[in-house]
């Protein structure tokens, strides 16, 4: 059994390190309390696959010694300490955690928002600790009515939109990077005109931190503004200009504050702490014990999952510009990369060519497809295989990939189907996304059946004759191997196929058992 060593550098949350000490595939190494020089040179060397948060620079030095490494998980949102560029260069594949924290985010902006209209932490202060009941003082501003500007309007941008839209707020969205559709069908307002950002009562950012994003609210936009607006920032530090800010509040042109993030932390010094029109928390954004049980568990889930080839979930570095794509694409490449793992698993042989289609939208992108599916068929044979070296290992190996833009969509909206010949014959498996956002296999080898694309799984193919399906539940019974799912699919040959989804582990034994069967064609056995 091939065993893959996964480092985790910092700490996270106990339930996602658990899931890596029970996977039979994966040598777990905690080194979250060891020296950080000691770590790079002689831990990082061994990693397959690093889990790292703010405390652990990926560096120059990091990725010198990262001599065996598949990729890197961030283990939340921000990649700010991570040398992407230079990962890319060694064929390291960066992932993040984008949507682990996101309520935690969302609510946390909600905080600040109502917090700088009613002065909340000032009045709770003025009572709480100076002793004094002095109603008169307090009164503020309410929500209702005012107009809110929201630049980003990603997972967390979208979702503060939708609670403040609660609180009978008209929003204003800017993305540049967005369908106007994605912020006009929730009776919302998009803009590609930055000034009517300026011109709300209330402005909220949640972008990445970028040369595009840095400084984006100046002195020049704050001269802009309202006289008494209110400024809310917790996505990253200095995408507000502090000085420009700070002289915005001193003067009153901004009327108040929520600030959550700094340039420089700890901010215990940051001179934004003088003033009394501003609210303040130490980058709270995903403190909160349902955001760091997600960070670890997402973490530890795309750890194993990029370990073993079959996906790397929420890459940073794809050989794709995501500005330029649709938000619907990128779905379709991660389930891609899964049909092609799944497909090398159940025709385990020398690969000849990987032939690659799309219907619907999602044809136009079967040049990024192919790259996701390659790097999944072949990740049994090549584990250095990833999506910056996909071309140039399947070229050296003689593998043949064609790609094929079928245009009009069947009777699904969107289908992609992955077609894999080796030198044991063709394996073809067709899948789709349904609006529940659910991965699924819609077909295989001809036969139309609809199973979710996750989990352990056997494929059970026979003679459609009576009692096959009692005598493979008998089988699995007797072997301790619990059914989770079981989807069954016929062709006009007289023959079936099953799909069972199990809840642990089947060993050879059981197979072997399977195949003993005398209507039993072919038994293969897969873990996605």
Known sequence: MQKYTVVVCDHI??????????????????????????LVEKIIPTADVAITRSS???????????????????????????DIPGCSKKGIIVMNVPTA?????????MTHMLSCMRMFPYSHDHLKNQRIWKREKWYGHELKGKKLG????????????????????????????????????????YTKNFDDILACDVITIHTPKNQETIGIISEKEIAKMKDGVVLVNCARGDLYNEDALYNGLKSGKIRFAG?????????????????DNIVVSPHLGANTYESQYNIGT????NAIAAAKGI????????????????????????MGQKIGFLASQINKSQIISIKVSGNGEIGEYVDSLSTFITVGAM?????????????????????????????????????????????????????TIFDDGLQRIVAIDGFDIEVALKGDMILFKNSDVPGVIGSVGTILANNNVNIADFSLARNANKEALAVILVDNSVDDKTLQELAALEACISVHYAKI
Not at 101 to 109: K, P, Q, R, S, Y
Not at 298 to 301: D, G, I, L
């Open 13 to 38: 949350h106990e339930a996602g390190l658990e899931m890596l000490k029970n996977d039979e595939n994966i040598n777990f190494v905690m080194a979250a309390d060891v020296d950080k020089k000691e």
């Open 56 to 82: 652990t620079d990926v560096d120059t030095f990091f990725i010198e010694h990262a001599t065996n490494l598949k990729a890197i998980v961030r283990a939340g949102v921000g990649v700010d300490n991570v």
């Open 101 to 109: 924290n996101t309520i935690a985010a969302v609510e946390l902006t």
């Open 150 to 189: 929201v630049i980003g309007f990603g997972n967390i941008g979208s979702r503060v939109a939708k609670r403040a839209k609660a609180f009978e707020m008209d929003i204003v969205a800017y993305d540049p990077y967005i369908h106007p559709s994605k912020v006009t069908d929730l009776d919302m307002t």
């Open 259 to 275: 600030i959550d993030v700094f340039g420089k932390e700890p901010a215990t010094d940051n001179k934004l702490l003088d003033l």
């Open 298 to 301: 997402q973490a530890a889930e």
């Open 311 to 334: 996906a790397y979930p929420n890459a940073m570095n794809l050989p794709i510009d995501e500005s330029k794509i649709p938000p619907f694409v990128k779905p379709f490449l991660e």
């Open 379 to 431: 990740s049994q044979s090549s584990d250095k295989i990833n999506y910056v070296n996909a071309d140039f290992i399947a070229k050296e190996k003689g593998v043949s990939i064609e790609a094929d833009n079928l245009g009009d969509s069947t009777v699904y909206k969107n289908l992609i189907t992955a077609k894999l010949t080796t030198a044991d014959g063709i394996t073809t498996i067709s899948a």
